[in-house]
């Protein structure tokens, strides 16, 4: 055995999903082992990471004037590097179990619309916490790799990755994007979109994390065939006090109902630059929706014909690292290594 296989024997290849609301982190050979929200909780007197993930994001709403409560990622980009690298760091270090003899190799996924700058800035943040060698590859093709699709042949896929801060839409062939659309409405869009529903409708003032509960409980892009209600409990702006009021699943359709066209109309936009041969695979197999947003309730009744096929970004992230090296290795080299 020589140097060089040794050496990759005792390195970890490690892919992260670097997400808005989530971010997933795949170690070779033993599958997800991190999917933690997107949340790093910091003392402002000491500057020290208090919290990062699950125990940060129950801080947020709650927290003190001397404990901050960041999101690091918005829009699928980094917008505070410092804080971002920090995560980064904690993260490759509980994949790694503290072993950090060997660097590792990462890849992570990156938004297809984003600005050379912003990519220097995730590779930046990979490098700096720890990574021996960084990878981007472009959110839509590592889905379209989960999800099996034949984009190495001349045969067009169409993919739409709704994510916390950006939804991308991207159709692929010959493991190349020929077209694609990036529009900065996703998850964390609709949450805001049911706060403000609730402030104007019902008077009633509720947080982030009460609208996330609610869009995945009862909220819908289409009639449901038995709709749903759930109590919501929140701040009454009138009188001040904590109030419970019900809300039904009509009521949440309709705030969520601009967020939802917008991502349509999106989705009509892209067929519109799309060659007509392209247009008419599309057609035939039908588009891939993918990210957390993808299972909004209705989503794929509410979307064009032809019909939708979901896919779980859990599934997409196992299987983009498991088949890539067989497969698609010369996709990522061509189309996401800078």
Known sequence: MSFF???????????IDLGT???LVYKKNSGIVIDEPSVVAVSNDSKKIIAIGQQAKVMLGKNPDEVRVIKPL??????DFQVTELMLRNLIMRAQKKRLLVRPRVIVCVPSGITEVEKRAVRDSALHAGAREVFLISEPVAAAIGADLPIDQAYGN?????????????VISLSHIVVHNSIRVGGDKMDTDVISYLRKKNNLHVGLQTAEKIKMQIGSAYPLKQELAMEVRGRDIV???????????????????????TMIDAIKRLFERTAPELAADIAERGI????????????????????????????????AWSRARAKCWTTWNVTARF
């Not at 169409?158 to 991207?170: K, R």
């Not at 794929?300 to 997409?316: G, H, L, V």
């Open 21 to 23: 609301a989530n971010t």
């Open 158 to 170: 169409m993919v739409m990755d709704i994510g916390g801060g950006t939804s991308e839409i991207a």
């Open 288 to 319: 891939f929706l993918t990210g957390g947003g993808a299972l909004l309730k209705g989503l794929d009744e509410r979307s064009p014909k032809p019909w939708i096929c979901r896919s779980m970004w859990f599934r997409i992230l196992w299987n």
């Open 5 to 15: 296989d040794l050496f990759g024997m005792m390195a970890n290849d490690i892919a």
């Open 239 to 261: 009188s001040g006090f904590p109030v419970t009021i019900k809300v039904s699943s009509d009521e949440i359709r309709e705030a969520l109902s601009e967020t939802v066209s």
């Open 74 to 79: 918005k829009d699928g980009v980094i917008a």
